[in-house]
């Protein structure tokens, strides 16, 4: 009943192929490669918790290999220790291995004693998951008792009646022992407790409230994995021949009534494998420490850039990452480049607000010459590697021009172990842009040349570390920007609450001439103090120390141009979690007529804030916009609900090229966080054993407040970026409607009285979730028995 059948459980979840995840796992004949394995920075030290991974994983790699068919195994694993552990000689650099691209992520419990292994799991049946999450304390095997398989959700325990048998989840009560017993309220003495048996309702056939299900000690049913792999006899998935279709569970309702295996079976990993013939090796391990943070820009000066001011949007964005969104401590080099490159800042270490300034000074101020991309990169591999190796560096690359030649550097690139995030600027960027970012786990971004939209302000805002400390990372609360007539005014307001407030930024840009510039705080004070640049056009102003919560207000006016607004921030605190707002794509290429999926996940910490108001922009090469709707109801593209992950269908195609997606998410006075046990893909609580006749009760979980159980109000505001993805084979106008309404997922019934049944379920749209049938609406239809 070791922690490394748990680990199989949900590893098998995060490993079956598909696009959402960032992982750079790669199957190698039959052994998986690329697998890595993070530490919390928030985690204490201790050695001890390395080899417990070690020691899991190694257990977990003959398990999987014999459960798959001799199919698949681990073949090597990087374990990612924080910046804050002491350093040894065998930690080395970490090359394209983040935290963001971590299968495997060990953190502390939140909340306290809820060590139940789980996953991440935005997208649908047969897709990878995004993460998994492990404590220390599940891996020192303190919860090896209490905790099995669920397979897919923790929502509910399902027994029902078929064929005049009682069914539980997907196995029949006959092949695997269970007692069906309910333990005596405050009747725990000694460690022994008072237990009576269940009963049952006559008409439902359910059994009581508090009814608990405990399996025998002793088994000798093999199957299933996903159902209770802490049952030692259990080394099997279920099967065609096995899997019980009619259990009202999440695997029949997301997999179309398939078994684990047959799901696995259509995986893209088992269509290119065979069975192995002999046995596999032990996994290898590598020891990675994450280092400072190392990022050279590498920046589009060619005559291209004086097209609708780019050359001065260019600066505007820079000056944004190098003023608030690049962290402390951080190293940062600067290289333009047009049909040449030209280092314009060796590697400088940001220690204060001097440094800071002095690399806004260095940022291009004019703009000539042909597009040289491969020229800039190998410029800026020279900047890093006269003071650090290029393995685990990054480079921001921004460019508007096309260049034939960039293909020619592919090579050194995967070579290099640098990090390229790519910002394509304009409907002309070189279209092979994409694939620097891909071969090395970069963001990709886009930004018309829309002003309003914001764009390269959302592209270089979004571009904090992803290994560092969250508490360090730049927050944006606000992204606006409108276009004035006749000295109109820009009004609004942003929520600075109290998760945030530490360097707290307000950005203005404009088109033409200063604009009025008015800001109160939340007290109704008037804000001064703004510093100006005319040159690029822009102002700012850095609220000192925390900000004051609450909602601030501004106001600009203008006429006849282009504003816009830019509002980041920091944690306020280094021990409380912030609010964080998490964007993407499913893919980062659509197809027509394949819909994509926006994805905004929305959490302090590990608890998922639900009810809030959550819209995407998403926005096409032509620089036509979409609206969005995102929603948590567990009805359309969105997976799980009440799980702080909102999702939507998009099929609103225009053109080919890129889109760029933006998210905006509001919580006012009907958000909270989900408290107690959220809705997640991870691992039951086992109540207890069947020894010798006698039920031995585990230490009971965590205890769940049902007054409590949506948590404490959360008013914010938040933007994120969700980078971009590039759409082809769409047709001209008058585009087709192809889309069909999407499944319904959520159908339940429930018996009223003798003779009538209640259906209930969210109604699809016309085009998978959108169109005439609304969604979030129950629907009551009544079926009379006689």
Not at 61 to 67: I, V
Not at 336 to 362: G, H, M, P
Request: some cysteine; charged content about 20%; proline content about 5%.
């Amino acid at each position: 009943m070791g922690s490394f059948k748990n680990s199989v459980f949900i590893l098998v979840l995060h490993l079956l192929e598909g696009a959402l995840s960032d992982s750079l796992i790669q199957l190698n004949n039959n052994g998986y490669e690329g697998i890595v394995i993070a530490v919390d920075p928030n985690v204490p030290e201790d050695e001890t918790l390395i080899q417990q991974i070690k020691d899991m994983v190694t257990e977990a790699s003959p398990y999987l290999f014999e459960a798959t068919e001799k199919r698949f195994y681990f073949k090597n694993v990087a374990i990612l220790i924080p910046q804050n552990w002491n350093t040894k000689p065998e930690y080395v650099k970490p090359k394209l291995e983040t935290y963001k691209n971590a299968d495997v992520l060990v953190a502390e419990p939140n909340p306290t004693g809820n060590d139940g292994p789980y996953t991440e799991h935005m997208g649908r049946c047969g897709e990878k998951g995004d993460k998994i999450y492990l404590t220390p304390g599940f891996l020192a095997g303190k919860k090896l008792l209490q905790y099995g398989s669920q397979g897919m959700g923790r929502d509910e325990i399902f027994c029902y009646i078929s064929h005049n048998l009682i069914i539980l989840r997907c196995k029949w009560i006959n092949n695997i022992c269970f007692f069906h017993v309910k333990q005596i309220p405050n009747s725990c003495q000694g460690g022994s407790c008072v237990t009576q048996s269940c009963k049952s309702d006559r008409v439902t056939g359910l059994y009581e409230k508090g009814c608990e299900f405990i399996p025998n000690e002793v088994q000798t049913e093999k199957a299933s994995i996903m159902y209770s792999q802490s049952i030692r006899s259990v080394v099997e998935f279920c099967t065609e021949k096995n899997h019980n279709k009619e259990a009202p569970n999440q695997q029949n309702k997301k997999c179309n009534l398939r078994s684990t295996w047959e799901v696995i079976q259509g995986s893209e990993d088992f269509k290119k494998t065979t069975p192995m013939t002999t046995q596999p090796p032990k996994p290898t391990f590598s020891l990675l420490q994450i280092g400072q943070r190392i990022v050279c820009l590498v920046l589009d000066k060619s005559g291209s850039m004086t097209v609708g001011d780019r050359l001065k949007r260019l600066n505007q964005a820079g000056k944004l990452f190098l003023l608030q969104t690049v962290e402390q401590g951080s190293w940062v080099g600067m290289v333009t480049f047009d049909s040449a490159a030209y280092v314009k800042s060796e590697l400088v270490q940001i220690n204060s607000a001097t440094e800071r300034d002095t690399l806004t000074r260095s940022l291009p101020t004019a703009a000539s010459g042909g597009t040289s991309i491969c020229s800039g990169i190998l410029s800026a591999f020279t900047v890093i590697r006269k003071k650090y190796s290029t393995d685990g560096s990054e480079i921001v690359l921004l460019t508007d021009g096309e260049d034939s030649t960039i293909s020619s550097c592919f090579n050194e690139v995967k070579q290099s172990g640098v990090i390229i995030h790519t910002v394509a600027l304009g409907p002309s960027a070189a279209r092979e842009l994409e694939e620097l970012s891909k071969m090395t786990g970069g963001l990709q971004t886009y930004a018309s040349d829309q002003v309003q939209n914001n764009g390269l302000m959302d592209a270089f805002g979004a571009l904090s570390s992803g290994n560092g400390a969250v508490s360090q990372r730049s927050i944006q609360l606000e992204s606006r920007g409108l276009t004035l007539q006749n000295s109109q005014w820009l009004n609004g307001t942003v929520i600075v609450d109290s998760t945030v407030g530490k360097d707290t930024l307000f950005l203005i840009t404009w088109t033409t001439d200063i604009p009025q510039i008015l800001l109160w705080d939340p007290s109704g004070k008037k804000q001064d103090g703004f510093l100006v640049d005319t040159y690029i056009k822009m102002a700012y102003l850095q609220i000192p120390g925390i900000a004051k919560v609450g909602i601030w207000k501004y106001s600009l006016q203008a006429r006849s141009q282009t504003l816009t607004l830019t509002v980041t921030s920091r944690a306020s605190s280094g021990t409380l979690p912030p609010v964080t707002v998490t964007s993407k794509m499913n893919k980062d290429t659509g197809k027509f007529p394949s819909p994509m999926v926006v994805y905004a996940k929305i959490h302090q910490g590990s608890l998922p804030i639900l009810r809030a108001k959550v819209t995407a922009l998403i926005e096409s090469v032509d620089g036509k916009t979409v609206t969005l709707e995102l929603l948590d109801n567990g009805a359309g593209a969105d997976a799980t609900k009440d799980d702080g992950v909102y999702s939507r269908y998009f099929t609103a195609y225009d053109t080919n090229g890129r889109y760029s997606v933006k998210v905006w998410a509001l919580g006012g006075v009907d958000t909270a966080t989900q408290k107690g046990i959220p809705q997640q893909i991870g691992a039951m609580y086992i109540p207890g054993w069947i020894e010798n006749g006698q039920v031995k009760w585990n230490p009971p979980r965590p205890e769940i407040n049902k007054d409590d159980l949506q948590g404490k109000q959360v008013c914010f505001s938040r933007t994120s970026s969700g980078g971009s993805f590039v759409a082809s084979d769409v047709p001209k106008a008058p585009i087709p409607d192809l889309f069909p309404p999407c499944k319904i997922t959520d159908l339940k019934a429930k018996i009223q009285g003798d003779s009538l049944i209640n259906l209930t379920w969210t109604a699809p749209g016309d085009d998978y979730d959108h169109g005439r049938g609304k969604l979030s609406v129950s629907h009551p239809f009544s079926l009379f028995l006689f």
